[in-house]
């Protein structure tokens, strides 16, 4: 069952630097610069990327590098290289944020003592961070291409209450892992005049409506949790390495996986939502009479839960990440059944799960109990993030020999 748990610490481990500094790029990321949540994944996954490379080399290159392995003796600092590495690339993703980010890094040299274990450190690290500002470089971000729009059943436009249109660059991004970011393709939204398509379209209007009253309580604090733009997800990231003992070398690995397979599915997702630029319920329900459907009725007034986000619908970007992320979870830990929470500002509640799979299930409900979805697309948009998981763990991160 998900329920209340006590609020999970989301501070971080002072004895894993890494955790630290993964806390202070949420800082950056979200609390200061407040991106979005396709331009946070790139952003974590370079932090994350070059942290790993760093912590890796030092420790003698046990794994496959993601871009480098600087050459390292084994005696580096290591709180130095992790410090380095991730101030360097959050000082060139932030500009506007240099002089609080120096203050933060150089408060963290001053804990380590001077020497040379603390210079090659800082070279390790240094280089680790020049590595993958140099591979990002160009890389198709933030670009000005548009959605597709259009005005018949189907055809995504953009929607209400800010008529947005906003992230088509994502799915044009050069991915981290993937080798282009159509690598993998999503089988599309049922037929408009199907009975699978009724089942969503009736589905989504009953549960996900504002005004809803066979909703419940838990559904709604959990679209709500879901949904919050803080992602409770990186809470919870930084908790399994605390509650599962991960040393520094494991925390760094895990979040790289993590943050670069969760970033690459939102690339392989983007891209397919250009593919299908699928209408949203939001315009789908009050447009029914003309989906020529008959198990279909219009509500010209029917509005959602939650604000739906400014793309096309089909599949499921959270849905992507969270599929990804899970299937991730489980892989490295080797084991669906681990307990983990999360607290969200946003509802105001804290949820317990009991495994990852368990996670997933409640995210693919959720995102139709908040209204802004098709299960069809939160369904296909999982598998397409695992699809992406498995690809990574097969090609990327590997012990070496």
Known sequence: MVGPAPAAASGADPANPVVTWDLNAQT????????????QVRSFAMVNGAVYDAVNAIAGTPYEPYLVAPAAGGTESVDAAVATAAHG??????????????????????????????????RVGSRAAAAMLAARQDDGAFGDQQWATGTQAGQWRPTPPLFLSQGAWTGHMRPFLLHRAS?????????????AYARDLNEVKQVGSATSTVRTQDQTEAAL???????VNWEIKRQLATSQ???????ARFFAMTDLVVADSGVACFSQKDVWSYWRPVTAIPLADTDGNPRTTADPGW??????PPFPEYPSGHACGTGARMSLYRYFFGRDDVTFSGHSADSGTTRRFTSFSQALTELIGARVWGGVH????????????????RYAVRHHFRPRP
């Open 183 to 195: 690598a993998f393709r999503t089988p599309g939204p049922p037929a408009l005049t199907s009975a």
């Open 28 to 39: 950056a990321i979200w609390d200061i610069a407040a991106q979005q949540p396709n331009e």
């Open 303 to 308: 509005t959602s839960l939650l604000v739906t």
């Open 89 to 122: 690339v959050l000082a060139s993703l932030f500009p506007a944020q240099q002089s609080r980010l120096a203050a933060q890094y150089d408060a963290a040299l001053a804990a380590i003592p001077d020497g040379r274990s603390k210079q090659g450190g800082i």
């Open 374 to 389: 098709f299960r069809t697309a939160d369904v296909d948009g999982a598998k397409l993030g695992e699809d992406v998981f």
């Open 225 to 231: 949790w879901w949904h919050d733009r803080r992602s």
């Open 245 to 251: 003992r991960l040393d520094v070398l494991q925390t």
